[in-house]
Nanobody, 131 residues
Framework: QVQLVESGGRLVQAGESLRLSCAASGRTFKNYAMGWFRQAPGHERETDREFVAAINFSGATTFYAESVKGRFTISRDNAKNTLYLQMNSLKPEDTAVYYC????????????????????WGQGTRVTVSS
């Protein structure tokens, strides 16, 4: 059973930075791509969850949504089974609950994370950016 615990979200001002963490357990995560997703206020369906960024199993390849490219950086520490999202130059439209997830298949490109459906999710961490 995969377990994902997101943390690091809080209230910040526009332009500030924040780093999110995702602690993973229940699988050998070093062999799987991982990604970040977000769900904005007013979008309550799980299908409304938006892809943010993904990283391949080794950390060598990343893929970003256009809305965050150049501002967010995804990284991972396989020794700690932890995924990170460094968010800089935050905007009010980045306000959302942020979730992480892991690919179901070994060694795939992070691009596949953008269109994959996931059977389960963690509780997420809330990021609020005030203007």
């Amino acid at each position: 059973q995969v377990q994902l615990v997101e943390s690091g979200g809080r209230l910040v001002q526009a332009g500030e930075s924040l780093r999110l963490s995702c602690a993973a357990s229940g699988r050998t995560f070093k062999n799987y791509a991982m990604g970040w997703f977000r769900q904005a206020p007013g979008h309550e369906r799980e299908t409304d969850r938006e892809f943010v960024a993904a990283i391949n199993f080794s950390g060598a390849t990343t893929f970003y949504a256009e809305s965050v490219k150049g501002r967010f950086t995804i990284s991972r520490d396989n020794a700690k089974n932890t995924l990170y999202l460094q968010m800089n130059s935050l905007k009010p439209e980045d306000t959302a609950v942020y979730y992480c997830n892991v690919d179901d298949y070994l060694f795939r490109s992070p691009i596949t994370m953008a269109s994959q459906a996931f059977p389960s999710w963690g509780q997420g961490t809330r990021v609020t950016v005030s203007s």
